[in-house]
């Protein structure tokens, strides 16, 4: 049996990877440009694809985070969000690795900066983070005020 603060845990932790995603792509959406730009700065896509995924990343973030702030296909949203996250941190990471200066360009922005101006540890932590909500929420999806009930107790089934 799952103990009562469960849910509202799952309320916080939706409500903000939620908010997160959703400002993420509404930063980005409005100048695509940029968020191409931050996408060809990270060096790792063939040149091909970085128009496509800078302009589709944000509509994605956007969806994303939608999904999760209603509280609407909740496991799915939080596993998108979790994947992202994966590759949001596995770009920073490659990047400080291969001795990059360049700004994450997670909420808008992003390309080339001064070497002593980026923030990867940072970056990483909160990705890091916001990775253990999408975990969480991927494992206890039932919250509070989402349009989506506990798909399980109408069914029966254990989670």
Do not use: H
């Amino acid at each position: 049996m799952k103990k009562p603060w469960c849910p509202w845990v799952s309320t916080a932790a939706r409500l903000v990877l939620g908010a997160v995603m959703l400002v993420a792509g509404a930063l980005k959406v409005n100048d695509p440009e940029t968020a191409v730009q931050a996408v060809r700065a990270y060096k790792l896509l063939p040149s091909a694809l970085e128009t496509p995924v800078g302009w589709g990343l944000p509509f994605l973030e956007i969806a994303i985070g939608l999904l999760l702030v209603v509280g609407f296909g909740v496991r799915a949203a939080a596993l998108a969000a979790g994947i992202f996250m994966v590759v949001f941190i596995a770009a920073v990471s490659s990047a400080w690795a291969r001795g990059l200066a360049i700004d994450c360009g997670c909420f808008g922005g992003g390309g080339q900066v001064a070497p002593g101006q980026t923030q990867y540890l940072q970056e990483i932590l909160r990705d890091v983070g916001l990775l253990v909500l999408a975990g969480w929420l991927y494992l206890s999806p039932t919250s509070k005020f989402a349009l989506e009930s506990d798909p399980y107790v109408s069914t029966g089934v254990a989670a």
